[in-house]
């Protein structure tokens, strides 16, 4: 039987298996890491556009 390292000791899975849950574990922490720091940056990017349209719309009109 395969083994997939240190995991495959210790359940007696197929390997695309625990590899599925290693990778599915692995991007749900990494969501969990970035979520603020994007929140963040779509909060800043939205308050820069809201400070240029009216620059924009003061320009085209005068």
């Known amino acids: 039987m395969r083994r997939v390292g240190y995991l495959g000791v210790f359940v007696d899975l197929p390997a695309p298996w625990?590899?599925?849950?290693v990778v599915a574990v692995m991007g749900l922490v990494?969501?969990?890491?970035?979520?603020?720091?994007v929140a963040l940056a779509g909060i800043i990017t939205f308050m820069e556009v809201d400070g240029l349209v009216p620059v924009v719309a003061a320009?085209?009109?005068?």
């Open 18 to 21: 625990i590899i599925g849950f």
């Open 30 to 37: 990494a969501c969990l890491a970035t979520r603020q720091p």
């Open 59 to 62: 320009n085209r009109s005068g």
